[in-house]
DNA sequence: CCTACCGATCGGTAGG
DNA sequence: CCTACCGATCGGTAGG
């Protein structure tokens, strides 16, 4: 069992501790606990300040250690953002599809996944809101692993938009395009107090929404 | 005429050689014209990398000089940073409101509105092209003033999506809100290719075109 | 997990 | 406009 709960074990080399010296029923946390409460420190900075503006030292100063005992959790600081980014992008799809499984209507599925989309976004939980559409300041190397990923995800948008009644002018892809990006990026836009989320979400359902002719 | 037509003067300080020794019909280049030769470069540097991923180094390099001598022609990467974001709102604007004019309809306001600022956001003519949303990377203590600026800007949207004939159950801030994210980050989402800004421009226009009942 | 350090790079300055 | 340099900070490593 070196594969931990919180790691995929996809990319060959991702860095973890090679061992899981878990701490047989004792108040001590076990090495996978601790990477995972770096996963989330990690992740909440990334999200706030995007990638570059986030140093190895912020992380390793809210961890409570050193930025070189960083280096026995991670690799480096390149892997540790792919796989927080491929971590959200997967719990991210499984809430989506778990809230849009209850819906009838196409539109209801559109309406719900909005909604779950803007808490996921905007609530920080960290290690679930991060989608990260800063891709500028992320290295080129890392950068084709982080869009594949994420068409991966939005392929669940295109399903939905698929089965609406849209009217044939609208293309559907820019229609998806346009929509994600409003979502992915409710972070920067969204201005906490006047609308709740879900008036928000119907607030954009209620524009993206056209019926056939 | 210690302003010369590229400054505005506004910001106090703002760092431009003091005297413009312009080259008096010889084929030498003014001070002035090299200033902003180095506006043009930073401003496109600043848009493909944003503000922290651009280095003053990288500037100086493209304008053929060395960092040390940037310094000459401005105050502090700062400073760039505030003038060269205020002259790209100043010469959007210009150009929306020039636009919009000759529009009799409020829909044919708005879409001509939208056309205007994809060519804006997607042509690399520099210095009119980077609103540059990305604020995250900009130093909180710029982040201000840059802020005030761009609000001052979105009155123009503003004013457009006033006179529309909307239905009563949208609300026309976060309609302006959603409309302006998705054209200030044109340069995000545009993929090459397919559609032409034009048709880009009018499929957002159709999605966003409901009338009142 | 720490100390101590590496080479690289940053924005900016002095002095010419 | 240049050379030469400053102190700060970066990601990362060695050796314990």
């Given at each position: ?24 029923g004792s ?69 989506v ?13 559109l ?20 989608i990260m559409?800063n ?62 989320r ?16």
């Open positions: 069992m070196s594969e931990g709960a919180v790691h995929r074990g996809r990319a060959a080399s991702s860095g973890q501790p090679k061992s899981d010296t878990r701490a047989a108040g001590e946390a076990s090495v996978v606990e601790r990477r995972d409460e770096i996963l989330e420190i990690a992740a909440t900075l990334f999200a706030e300040r995007g990638y570059r503006a986030t140093s190895i030292r912020d992380i390793a100063e809210r961890a409570g250690m050193k930025a070189g005992s960083l280096y026995y959790h991670i690799t480096s600081k390149e892997a540790l953002f792919v796989e927080i980014h491929d971590k959200a992008l997967d719990a991210a799809a499984a809430r599809r778990a809230v849009i499984a209850g819906c009838r209507s196409p539109w209801e599925r309406e719900a996944a909005c909604v779950e989309m803007l808490e996921i976004q905007l609530n920080p939980e960290s290690l679930t809101l991060p559409n891709f500028r300041s992320v290295p080129d190397e890392v950068k084709d692993a982080l869009i594949r990923k994420r068409d991966e995800f939005e392929r669940i948008f295109r399903d939905i938009i698929a089965a609406l009644p849209l009217p044939s002018a609208i293309d559907r892809t820019i229609y998806r395009i346009l929509l994600l990006r409003l979502l992915n990026t409710a972070d920067e836009w969204y201005r906490e107090g006047r609308l709740t879900p008036e928000i979400a119907a607030q954009i359902v209620g524009i993206f929404r056209h019926e056939a002719g």
